[in-house]
């Protein structure tokens, strides 16, 4: 979310948006539009992951599908971050807001005609839940696996392991190829030789492919 304080020129003749510092990169929001006014703010939503739906009715008892669309064509070799932001506007129940955590990993530099082995690789981890936790908790996590036609049938080598606040391994709780999909796996708080770990802070770490990503969690016995 950006947002100016105060324009000092004439409202039809600015411009609002964001550059680097040399000037080389940049976006522009706005140019010389008659709307314009002191303390706008301005979401920038990320353009490499696109949402069906943005807002709607759920009533009592019934549930929505949201569709995600990740463009992996338009964007060079990096891992892009965003949050899935859902909020409720219901005036007679006070309910939590949901962030759900969204990343694309790219890779390999993408091109219409590469080959078939050099598509890149999407994947998610997400922040384990309950947290802080004792002494189970579970982690949630998407390996895309290559983005071929035949991407069923495509495997990841995956790791997933809890490190102290040392950076010392405790322990692993995958190391295995994994097909594309969405998996699911419980910590309950023990190290590899299955002995209780103290109250404090873990960072978990999902590697798949030469994709990456490492969340912090906090154990509380």
Wanted: proline share 4%.
């Amino acid at each position: 979310t950006f947002q100016y304080h105060r324009l000092n020129d004439t409202l039809y003749s600015a411009t609002v948006g964001i550059q680097n510092q040399d000037g080389t990169t940049g976006l522009e929001i706005f140019c010389n539009q008659k709307y314009l006014e002191d303390s706008l703010w301005i979401r920038i939503r990320p353009s490499w992951v696109l949402v069906d739906s943005m807002w709607g009715t759920i009533q009592p008892g019934e549930s929505k599908t949201l569709n995600l669309t990740f463009d992996r064509l338009s964007y060079p070799r990096g891992i892009y971050h965003a949050n899935l932001i859902i909020e409720s506007w219901d005036k007679n129940h006070n309910l939590d807001t949901i962030r759900i955590p969204l990343t694309l990993c790219i890779d390999t530099t993408t091109s219409v005609d590469f080959d078939e082995d050099q598509k890149p690789s999407i994947f998610a981890l997400s922040q384990n839940y309950p947290n802080p936790f004792n002494p189970v908790t579970k982690i949630h996590y998407v390996v895309g696996g290559r983005q071929t036609k035949a991407a069923d049938n495509s495997f990841t080598h995956t790791t997933l392991k809890i490190y102290n606040i040392l950076g010392q391994k405790v322990r692993t709780l995958v190391d295995e190829p994994k097909r594309a999909g969405s998996y699911e796996v419980i910590w309950d708080g023990k190290d590899d030789q299955g002995k209780d770990v103290a109250s404090g802070i873990y960072f978990y770490q999902l590697t798949a492919g030469d994709c990456k990503e490492t969340k912090k969690m906090t154990l509380i016995r």
